[in-house]
């Protein structure tokens, strides 16, 4: 997004000020420290904000949808094409690799040229990919489309999260850490209504065209990307902060006019800010960067972010993902018993747990939940080990395990793995931060992803206690390092 002069014109013009929300008095931006300190303090405001923030959450629900959406059909691809074991993990892992490359690049990309440009990218992958996946002849090109969906995937979390950052105030109601949060939800909310499309559509479609039934909720991805491509010149705006860390602090001043309902105005070109050359802003988008994350005054945050992330995602791809492959193997349940209980603890109890996540982070912040997060979860999957393969009433006991993991997943330390990985790091290092954590996460998902189906089919339920490790080792991890990034403001430690 670029500036134009009319509008910058209007930008100055008090008058044009007046029916703004804000500050009383217009707040004057002469430098890229007062766009920081202004986002900070007032966040952003009106229909446009909260256009904004639905967007940057529909792309989350759309990542979400894309790699639920094949969990339940992976029984019926496994028979139509006849897959061994290994190749069935590699279709389900496929979308992880390329999510990893698509983290690690788009993070850098994210911070070089914009978090706008490469919203607008990420959709046109989940659309084509959708419908790439949905009509695939084979295995073969079932596993290059899911490829090119995963890049999608790993180009969005950095701009999605950046977006809910950047246009989010420091503290209290609709801060950043509460913003951030709200992906869990969204997650969890998409995953539920991809088991609803798949209970709707296993209902109307005759049984013996259940084998379709996959490409049809498969190819429904492609849906909602075409409806944000549809909508994102009128609501998307890019983000001011970065374009105040790229020097245009009139395009950043007319963002906050126009999209976070501010009453702002742009100084005097005489009585701006001109940095020195030892005092200019440091622009992101640089592939030192990545060095940097291990910088003295990031390194431990880095690490503490990683072991969030590593730790919940193995556990999330375990049990949450192969709820349906644990309901239907291990617990020996029926299909339909499968997808209404799939639904439920996803539906139900993720956006439940999500929501219970937002609305306390602000009072209790993100160290304390991700922690108490790790240990609900470690105690639900050991009490899964021993129960084993329920009967009678220990299959409730067992089901309900399985829910009260993914409601801690999605209050706790699922939610605020990306609270890690996004409010540790200022603006020009924001997308980086992502972008590799989230290429991180997504390697060791390609591991449990592929491990899972061959630990359970070797140990039964004995898996279980294997899993349990992950989060015990995450509330380690959280129990020693003291950082928490609520509330902190990171942009003036430079």
């Not at 046109?124 to 419908?131: G, K, L, N, P, Y």
């Not at 090119?148 to 246009?167: S, T």
């Not at 898996?463 to 490790?469: E, L, T």
Request: charged residues 10%; contains cysteine; proline residues 4%.
């Amino acid at each position: 997004m670029t500036s134009s002069d009319s509008s910058a014109s209007a930008a100055q013009t008090p008058s044009g000020a007046q029916a703004l929300s804000g500050p009383e008095a217009p707040r004057i931006v002469a430098s890229a420290a007062d766009i920081h300190s202004t986002l900070a303090e007032f966040g952003s405001q009106g229909t446009k904000t909260t256009a904004v923030i639905i967007l940057a959450l529909g792309g989350i629900f759309m990542d979400a949808y894309d790699f639920s959406s094949l969990a339940f059909g992976i029984t019926a691809i496994k028979e139509q094409f006849g897959l061994s074991g290994f190749m069935t993990g590699l279709v389900n892992a496929s979308i992880m690799v390329g999510a990893v490359i698509g983290a690690l690049f788009g993070g850098y990309l994210v911070d070089r040229f914009g978090r706008y440009k490469l919203f607008m990218a990420d959709m046109v992958f989940f659309v084509v990919a959708a419908i790439g996946c949905a009509a695939a002849p084979n295995e073969w090109v079932l596993i290059a489309f899911r490829f090119v969906m995963g890049i999608g995937v790993g180009l969005d979390l950095p701009v999605a999260m950046a977006f809910l950052a950047e246009f989010s105030k420091l503290k209290g109601k609709g801060s950043r850490s509460q913003r951030v949060n709200a992906w869990s939800p969204a997650w969890y909310f998409a995953t539920g209504m991809g088991y609803v499309i798949v209970l709707i559509i296993f209902i109307a479609l005759p049984y013996d065209q259940h084998a379709i039934l996959w490409r049809i909720v498969v190819g429904f991805g492609a849906v909602p990307a075409l409806i944000v491509l549809l909508v994102r010149r009128r609501y998307l705006a890019e983000s001011p902060e970065w374009l105040a860390n790229q020097g245009d602090l009139r395009g950043a001043v007319e963002v906050m006019r126009s999209h976070h309902n501010l009453n702002v105005e742009l100084a005097p070109a005489d009585e701006r800010e001109t940095p020195n050359a030892s005092a200019a802003p440091v622009r992101g988008g640089r592939w030192s960067g990545f060095a940097e994350l291990f910088s003295p005054r990031y390194r431990v945050r880095t690490i503490v972010a990683l072991c969030v992330s590593v730790f919940s995602t193995f556990g999330y791809n375990a049990v949450a993902y192969g709820t349906p492959l644990i309901i239907t193997t291990l617990f020996h349940q029926t299909p339909l018993v499968t997808i209404i209980a799939s639904l439920v603890i996803n539906l139900g109890f993720g956006t439940l747990g999500g929501l219970l996540g937002m609305s306390i982070i602000n009072r209790f912040g993100t160290r304390k939940i991700t922690l108490t997060g790790f240990a609900i979860q470690a105690a639900a999957l050991g009490t899964l080990a021993i129960v084993g393969i329920p009967n009678g009433a220990l299959v409730l006991v067992a089901v309900a395990m399985l829910a009260a993991f993914v409601f801690a997943q999605a209050g706790g330390p699922g939610a605020n793995l990306m609270n890690y990985a996004t409010l540790s790091y200022p603006t020009r290092l924001r997308g980086i931060g992502i972008g590799f954590n989230q290429s991180v996460l997504r390697a060791f998902s390609i591991v449990s992803l592929i491990m899972f189906p061959i630990l359970a089919a070797s140990l039964g339920t004995g898996v279980f206690w294997i899993v349990a490790c992950a989060p015990l080792a995450g509330a380690i991890a959280v129990g020693i390092v003291a950082w928490d990034p609520t509330a902190k403001d990171v942009e003036h430690e430079d």
